[in-house]
């Protein structure tokens, strides 16, 4: 982006200030078309799991500051493209999905949107699009000749999401090849159908989207921009969203609301000021107070970041529960009961659990190898008290209050219980 581009929309104004721009094929006539209060946006999801995920939040983030400021965002589930798999920053094919199990998926994260976004029948109002609906009706000898023809292959090899599986001689397979063609026919079927000029996404989608700007230009659309966000890492260079345990889910029969606060309260210091920009609604000159905390004062800062995102997707009086366990448990030392809880079959409880099954049951490791290894070291804590022999038996003599707490270091806790304590 040129230091010398000065939005005059507040759409794009809010977006730069924020963080969220990385890439776009024309920031001038984006402008325009966002000053002109009819600007109508898009971003594609695939139904690859039965929930989205943090790294997906960055995209919703970019709807949803699209209504705030005027625009109709279009969140769009790949109820089609999903059949195909989507190659970008893939080693190997992703595992194609029966119809049955895309249809579940698509169902399960519809609801995630409902919670950034306003749907309705008012002009600024969201609509919930799914490309099964035209893509699943293509004639294949048709869509060759009248949309495949557009396609250069020279081109499409120099794509990264095809470049680099090439490159690192990994196997890229005739119907992955195929997934450009579909995203860009989104494009423009949706710029037909819903009057959308811009497709948004994270900048691993840059040549995917901007080969649906042309697409639309060949096929007699409305002028089609392309706009990217940054794909994230945390200051350390890790990828965003992932920890130890697994992906960050959004839904919360997957990743509870506690889990959820403790992730973004756990961020690291130097990506506090980037990620209250980002993920929540507070406005700057706030994040910028809060920025400003120095020393042990920065996790008042990281609170706050986990509240507000916390608030955002699973209510406020989810993440201030959330919060007061984490206060309770950290501050005081009590046994929270809200904590994450985790049910033992009964006869496996009688039967004597092995304390690395249960650190492996309760998700605080990936094996009991890595139990072991955390407790060779002093990672693991059984009713706050560190965990020494590895053979070790949890019975009822165990429990406090009905459950037994399990700690991994000092930030993450889970309450293990017999069924029907």
Not at 22 to 40: I, M, P
Not at 238 to 249: F, I, L
Not at 380 to 409: C, F, H, I, Q, Y
Request: with cysteine; glycine share 10%; aromatic share 8%.
């Amino acid at each position: 982006m040129s230091d010398a581009f000065r939005p005059n929309s507040e759409f794009l104004a809010t977006l730069i200030a924020r963080g969220f721009v990385h890439q776009c094929s024309d920031f001038s006539g984006l402008d325009e078309k966002a000053c002109s209060g009819d600007l109508v946006a898009y971003v594609g999801f695939d139904c690859t799991a039965a929930s989205l995920h943090v790294g997906n939040l960055l995209s919703i983030m970019m709807l949803a500051w699209l209504q705030k400021t005027g625009g109709k965002p279009l969140p769009l589930v790949g109820g089609g493209t999903t059949r195909v798999g989507d190659p970008s920053g893939k080693d190997e094919s992703r595992k194609l999905l029966t119809i049955e199990t895309i249809d579940a998926n698509k169902a399960a994260i519809q609801k995630t949107f409902e919670k950034f976004l306003a749907f309705g029948a008012r002009k600024t109002d969201a609509v919930l699009l799914d490309n099964a609906e035209w893509l699943t009706k293509l004639n294949y000898i048709d869509f060759l000749r009248d949309v495949g023809r557009h396609f250069s292959v020279n081109r499409m090899l120099s794509m990264d999401s095809v470049k680099l599986r090439l490159d690192r001689e990994q196997e890229l397979s005739f119907i992955e090849f195929n997934y450009m063609c579909l995203q860009s026919y989104d494009f423009v079927e949706i710029a037909k159908r819903y009057g959308a000029s811009l497709q948004m996404g994270g900048s691993d989608q840059w040549g995917n989207i901007v080969m649906g700007v042309d697409l639309g230009r060949r096929l007699g659309t409305h002028q089609l921009y392309a706009l990217t966000a940054p794909l994230l890492t945390t200051s350390s260079g890790a990828k965003m969203g992932k920890t130890a345990a697994g992906a960050v889910w959004l839904d919360a029969s997957m990743l509870s609301p506690y889990d959820y606060w403790q992730f973004w309260r756990n961020v690291e210091d130097a990506d506090v000021l980037r990620f209250l920009k980002l993920f929540t609604f507070l406005p700057l000159d706030e994040i910028e107070k809060l920025a400003a905390l120095g020393g042990a004062e920065i996790n008042e800062a990281k609170k706050a970041l986990a509240t507000e995102a916390t608030a955002l997707l699973h209510g406020r009086e989810a993440a201030e529960a959330a919060a007061e366990t984490a206060r309770r448990t950290f501050e005081e030392g009590a046994l929270a009961l809200s904590l994450p809880r985790v049910a033992v079959p009964a006869a496996e409880w009688s039967a004597g659990l092995g304390v690395l099954s249960a650190f492996v049951k309760a998700g605080l490791v990936a094996s009991t190898g890595e139990a072991r290894r955390q407790i060779k070291s002093g990672g693991l804590r059984l009713n706050d008290e560190p965990v020494t022999d590895e053979k070790a038996t949890l019975g009822d003599a165990n429990l406090v209050d009905g459950v037994v707490k399990l700690s991994l270091g000092k930030k993450r806790h889970v309450l293990l219980a017999p069924e029907g304590a």
